[in-house]
């Protein structure tokens, strides 16, 4: 299935008096970039929450946004780090010393000193690790959902764009097929402005045509075209892989054909078709942008 690099999923699970919310949002980036912004108690479950995102998702850039609450009565001990408030104190008592100021230190002062106070955490981290992995796995089932409605939109969206594009590429055959015709047309006429009475040798008015027909023929550029346009919708009917990468691919040939065909042509209605395609090549390859 079509997958969009733009989703967002948020998931919130609760056992055990502890309470994990997951929340992630992805914009379309050439691969897979992940930041997470989480508590540091749980920066251990990086590396793992990485592999497993990895498993889910091929490209597109990834902020993932982790909670955690803890409402065990018992969950947290919080002790007095002794060694360094009497390290403190006696560092601030020989400053006094030195500076004849008198030694008063109060409970303020105590508050104030970093590390004074030690949270010990009693989580059990098998417990933790579960609890963020499974609700990560929902959150990301959420956001992977998400990907593939605004994938299927995508996917529709090209492909109505394909048939308007060989719409005007069939407008494009019709008309190489009876401008040889019209030139000659034209080039007799001019012939005969010019030269009034003069009779026009046929053979060489031919050989004219012929090699103006040989020139500004788009006979293998329409080909390709045609192939890019079967195997574009191939891709988007059986994706499998990079799709993205392979329809950007695609999507520069059919510009390099229809290109070519535009430069060849002198014909003002097939000019206007190949301006008309090219809009459209413009707008599914925005479209592409965003396709995982």
Known sequence: MIK???????????????????????????????SFRMPHTLNYLEGALRAYIKNRLVRGRCDIFISYRNENTDATTIRVNLPVLDNYLSMLKDVCEHTNVPYEPDIK?????PDAFIKDSSDDEDELSALVTDCLEACIDK??????????????????????????????IERQETVPAEYREKLKARIEEILCDIEINEEKLISEVVFFTEKSSIAEEITRLTCHIASMRNELNNCKGEVGKKLDFITQEMNREINTTGSKSSDSQIAACVISIKSELEKIREQIQNIE
């Open 109 to 113: 002062l105590l508050l104030s000193v």
């Open 4 to 34: 969009s690099m733009t989703g967002y999923g948020k998931a919130e699970l609760s056992r055990g008096g502890r309470t994990i919310i997951a929340e992630m949002k992805t914009v379309n980036h050439r691969y897979l970039d992940m």
């Open 143 to 172: 956001l992977v959902a998400a990907r593939e409605r605004e994938g299927e939109a995508l996917k529709e969206d090209i492909l109505s764009r394909l048939v308007t594009i060989e719409g005007y590429l069939a407008t494009i």
